[in-house]
């Protein structure tokens, strides 16, 4: 297979010499712009095929829509991969394919619009400029809050106001596009998916498997995937060094067991489970992001000072990626205030 030789580096010395001296910059070549539509058709073929399984078994219809949620999710990290080049060398490219397989079919921001703020102002939860601060402020997911609190915004999306606020959100974004070009392909491609689901399974088909897990489902799994990623609320300090900067602000987080899987599968895939590893070698092909995370798990024991180990619960003495969080934002009764 032609994406096997990502793993070229067959020796260990090779990765250690590499990251240690900061040289690891594998460029992508030319012929994954042509192989670069292949994982988005992959995760569509996965979607066809769950919704084709949910008409012959109408009873895995929730199932399916699980699913296809988690697949939904899988195109948004693909999307995210490819701005970063890490799909394919043409950023130009990436985008066309992010709008056309994923941006477009479910009502998200045209990537003309989506590239200008996550480049300008996504500065790893640093300051309100960040939009995903933003998305924390307009709910009040912030230090100082009370437990019941913070399990509301852990599950926003799923509630009543957090439904309307995705469907609101989503209207308006089926009107952003670059230009009235794009605004046509998007009304093309989302009858299209509409009336493809419809064939394959009737309204239960596009209910359960396009509206249930694309504007319900799909937005809790990228949510919680937003809140888990980074280290939200740290006290912040200019750093230059932007390596201090990322360790500083990001942890390494693993997902063991079956329970593991299934977490990294829904809500981190696509190497999402390795976002600092990404936030560190932010052009690194998808495919590498395992290997790079192994990798300065060995070399740098930096790397490793704020770990934490699963998502909501912990096998270990290491926080889970929520608790920490949840430590920063409850009020503690007996201070109160915040647990810093």
Partial sequence: MYYS?????????????????????????????????????WIWIDIIVSIILMSTYQYIFIFSGLF???????????????????????RKLAMKQAN?????????????????????????NYDE?????????????????????????????LMPLGVFNTVKNSCKYFFKNKNRAGLLLRVIV??????????????????????FPGFIIYPWLAWIA????????VPQTRIVDRVVYEYANGRVTDYPGIIGAFVR??????????????????????LLLNKIDRTLKEIDPAYM????????????????????????LVCSVEEGGYNA
């Fill in 129 to 157: 400029q960040d939009p995903n601060i933003q998305d924390f402020l307009n709910i009040g997911f912030v230090p100082n809050i009370s437990q019941k609190k913070f399990v509301y915004c852990l599950f926003y999306p």
């Fill in 68 to 90: 296809i949620a988690g697949r939904f999710r899988a195109l948004q990290e693909l999307t995210h991969i490819g701005m970063h080049q890490g799909l394919c060398v043409s």
């Fill in 265 to 286: 599968g829904l809500i981190f895939p696509c190497g999402d489970s390795y976002h600092l590893a990404h936030s560190l070698y932010i052009n690194a092909h998808w």
């Fill in 100 to 124: 056309f397989f994923f941006q477009y079919p479910l009502f998200k921001i045209d990537m003309h619009y989506r590239r200008k703020s996550h480049f300008r102002h996504h500065f790893t």
């Fill in 190 to 211: 989302c009858l299209s998916v509409i009336v493809l689901f419809y064939q394959l399974a009737g309204l239960s088909g596009v209910f359960w498997g396009y509206l």
């Fill in 305 to 328: 000072i704020h770990s934490s180990e699963g998502l909501f619960f912990s096998r270990s003495n290491k926080p889970s990626a929520l608790s920490e969080l949840k430590e920063r």
């Fill in 226 to 233: 937003q809140v888990a990623e980074h280290r939200w609320f």
């Fill in 5 to 41: 030789r990502y793993f070229k580096f067959n020796k260990k010395i090779d990765w250690i010499k590499a990251l240690q001296n900061k040289k690891f910059n594998y460029r992508l070549s030319n012929i994954d712009n042509w192989l670069s539509f292949l994982p988005f058709l």
